[in-house]
């Protein structure tokens, strides 16, 4: 079976099982680099205490945000799950911003997408499957977050091999969804959905949309990850 045929098979099914997932928007691209360094690519309702936080004045704009004490963000994300413990990334964030873009809410990221993930790989508390996310939510590069659900769901599904290699996955998913005219955020909504639910430290295939579609011993490597 193709990547492109494995990779239509489980949209195909996930679609099935959760629809079409909804995709988070905001008002400017350092908006939605903000939302999805706090809460990740979640699409509405938001609680309110996310939306009071996005619509703070200290996350305006990159500038507001580097101006403002990491004290003060602290204080402004209380209430955001985890928010507090990046209220110092995110000011380290936004002065990269301002280094890379200018005072600009809307950048056209036109170096490319290997100029950005090293940049950004190069900033404490950012890892490769965040930076990834990022790029591809904001940015909205040809790039797959492969998060740990993710690599799960893909290595005991036998479409990756281990060890896994960063240019064999990111080519076997991008590739794979494009030839397969899959939209690459949507496909990275649903099988994170589906790895919160069913494949977590240890499978729970009973129920899983993607069960069909596991290899007939059942999921290889059930302790990867």
């Not at 350092?30 to 509405?44: C, E, N, S, Y």
């Not at 101006?67 to 990269?96: H, I």
């Not at 600009?104 to 965040?130: C, F, M, N, Q, V």
Request: glycine residues 6%; aromatic residues 6%; hydrophobic residues 40%.
């Amino acid at each position: 079976m193709t990547e492109l045929t494995r990779l239509a098979n489980a949209d195909a099914h996930l679609r099935a099982a959760y629809g079409s997932p909804e995709l988070p928007e905001s008002s400017s691209g350092w908006q939605r680099f903000v939302r999805t360094l706090l809460i990740g690519p979640v699409a509405d309702p938001i609680s309110e205490a996310v939306r009071e936080a996005l619509e703070s004045s200290a996350l305006a704009c990159p500038q507001a945000t580097s101006q403002t004490s990491t004290a003060d963000l602290v204080e402004l994300l209380a209430k955001v799950p985890r928010g507090s413990q990046k209220a110092s990334l995110l000011r380290t964030t936004a002065n990269w911003w301002l280094t890379t873009f200018g005072d600009t809410d809307e950048p056209d990221w036109s170096h490319g997408l290997d100029y950005y993930r090293e940049s950004l790989r190069k900033i404490r508390g950012l890892g490769p499957a965040t930076v990834d996310e990022l790029l591809l939510f904001v940015a909205r590069l040809d790039v797959f977050s492969l998060d740990r659900g993710t690599l799960r769901v893909a290595i005991r599904h036998g479409w990756l091999d281990l060890p896994v290699e960063d240019d064999e996955s990111q080519a076997f998913f991008v590739r794979g969804l494009r030839d397969a005219a899959i939209d690459l955020r949507e496909f990275s909504r649903l099988i994170t959905r589906v790895a919160e639910a069913h494949c977590g430290r240890e499978p729970r295939c009973d129920g899983c949309p993607l069960q069909p579609l596991l290899p007939p011993n059942g999921p290889l490597n059930p302790d990867s990850c």
